[in-house]
Nanobody, 119 residues
Framework: QVQLVESGGGLVQPGGSLRLSCAAS????????IGWFRQAPGKEREGVSC????????YYANSVKGRFTISRDNAKNTMYLQMNSLKFEDTAVYYC????????????WGQGTQVTVSS
């Protein structure tokens, strides 16, 4: 079974930084998109950043572009989201997600990790 295990969330002051990690195990099927979503109280879940397997192209939501960076460590089978210059608006539960091709496609989600930006 594919599992995505997240870590790195916590409490941080505005302007601070956090690095989220997503470690994949049992990943015998190739994903074609992997990335991060978040959901804040009272808001719908939104895509934050993702990266494609085929060409490594990246996507960033406008709200985080220039502040967040997505990366991978293939040797550790781990994906990261480096979050800098954090704002109150970044407070949310952050989820790792991988989409695997199939009929139909299957999405695998991490358990979520809480990020709280507060003074």
């Amino acid at each position: 079974q594919v599992q995505l295990v997240e870590s790195g969330g916590g409490l941080v002051q505005p302007g601070g930084s956090l690095r989220l990690s997503c470690a994949a195990s049992g990943f015998t099927l190739n994903y074609y998109v992997i990335g991060w979503f978040r959901q804040a109280p009272g808001k719908e879940r939104e895509g934050v950043s993702c990266i494609s397997r085929s060409d490594g192209s990246t996507y960033y939501a406008n709200s985080v572009k220039g502040r967040f960076t997505i990366s991978r460590d293939n040797a550790k089978n781990t994906m990261y989201l480096q979050m800098n210059s954090l704002k109150f608006e970044d407070t949310a539960v952050y989820y790792c997600k991988a989409r695997v091709a199939g009929d139909p496609d299957v999405d695998y989600w991490g358990q979520g990790t809480q990020v709280t930006v507060s003074s």
